[in-house]
């Protein structure tokens, strides 16, 4: 074989390993943004138990201001208090998802909405999503808002 074939052959090996990673990538924030559907659909709901069940089953959330939450009844009961205060609504804006093998990491914006439409908090977050029997879930989520301290 002679350079340049070998040099075509390296370039093409490149460009195809590129590609593969890439297709993950669109089939992992392809799934991501189903689960955040999900999220946003059981928030709007008042569904804090719906909420909890799409973490994994050793999910960690990191609240502003709190202590770490560990596991589906404490993540439920944390997101009960939140919905409780008279949040009624989430958005969430995601800016990057990378992943490798079955961790995943999405970092985005989020809002959220009084039951008035009044906007309660704004900010950024940082989920680590982890595949799970074939599914991602939720595993290590932390957001931080962008609201001036009180």
């Avoid at 040099?7 to 990673?21: D, E, R």
């Avoid at 989020?110 to 039951?115: I, R």
């Amino acid at each position: 074989m002679t350079m340049t074939r070998m040099t075509y052959a390296m370039v093409a090996c490149v460009w195809l390993a590129a590609s593969a990673v890439g297709a993950q990538d669109n089939r992992v924030r392809a799934a991501i943004d189903a689960g955040n559907k999900k999220f946003l659909a059981a928030f709007a709901k008042g569904d804090a138990a719906g909420i909890a069940a799409l973490y994994t089953t050793e999910g960690e959330a990191y609240p502003p201001n709190g202590s770490v939450v560990k596991g589906r009844p404490e993540l439920q009961k944390m997101w009960k208090s939140v919905i409780d205060s008279g949040i009624a609504s989430a958005t969430l804006a995601t800016t990057a998802v990378e992943s490798a093998g079955n961790l995943a990491y999405e970092s985005g914006t989020y809002e959220m909405k009084t039951k008035d439409g009044k906007v309660a908090d704004h900010g950024k977050y940082v989920v680590v999503w982890k595949r799970a029997g074939g599914n991602w879930q939720l595993h290590r989520d932390i957001w931080n808002t962008n609201q001036p301290a009180k």
